[in-house]
């Protein structure tokens, strides 16, 4: 079910969903736009107003083109590698309102910049259910005028 859709009619440094139901079973939020001035940078994502990075860890896989390159790494509350051009990602978190275990975080997102598909693991290593989302860019820039955010309340 839809719970909130946000469409940025001016560019803005971050969008939060907050009061979140506690309903669901899961959360899935869907990201399309792009964000102003860099060739590539990263959208992070923030539950509960948590800056600590210790607590995002994710493994992300990326790919792409017809060599089947692949490559592995590490992150700390990188949600999608973005550029000036347009890209997608899905969010699923798992158990969202649960107080007795870490939420479990699975991403799918494009990299424009690169022409890749990236698939992302992750959690958010706290037992508190998740009331809000914040979404922002790391590196400074604005995330664009038209950019969709649309967050589903899903019965698992």
């Given at each position: 079910?839809l719970l909130n859709q946000?469409?940025l ?5 971050s969008?939060?969903f907050?009061?979140?139901p506690?309903?669901?079973g899961d959360?899935v939020?869907?990201v399309s736009?792009?964000?102003?001035g860099?060739s590539?940078?990263?959208v992070?994502i ?7 990075t ?7 896989m ?10 592995s790494?590490?992150v700390?509350r990188t949600?999608m590698?973005?550029g ?7 969010v699923?978190v798992?158990?969202y309102?649960?107080t007795?275990?870490h ?9 424009p910049?690169?022409?890749d598909?990236?698939?992302t ?6 037992t508190a259910?998740?009331?809000?989302i ?8 604005t ?6 955010f649309s967050?589903?309340?899903v019965y698992a």
């Open positions: 079910m946000i469409e009619s001016s560019s803005a440094s969008v939060t907050s009061n979140i506690q309903g669901y959360l939020l869907i736009g792009g964000t102003s860099a590539t940078t990263s992070e923030q539950f509960n107003g948590d800056t600590s210790s607590n995002y860890p994710m493994v992300c990326q790919g792409g083109g017809d060599v089947g390159t692949y490559a790494f590490t700390s949600f590698a973005v000036s051009t347009s890209y997608t990602g899905i699923h798992m158990d309102s649960a007795d275990k939420k479990t975080i699975l991403l799918r997102d494009n990299s910049v690169q022409s598909v990236r698939a693991a992750g959690r958010w290593s706290n259910a998740v009331t809000s914040q979404l922002y860019d790391n590196s400074g820039e995330l664009d005028s038209g950019n969709v967050l589903y309340g």
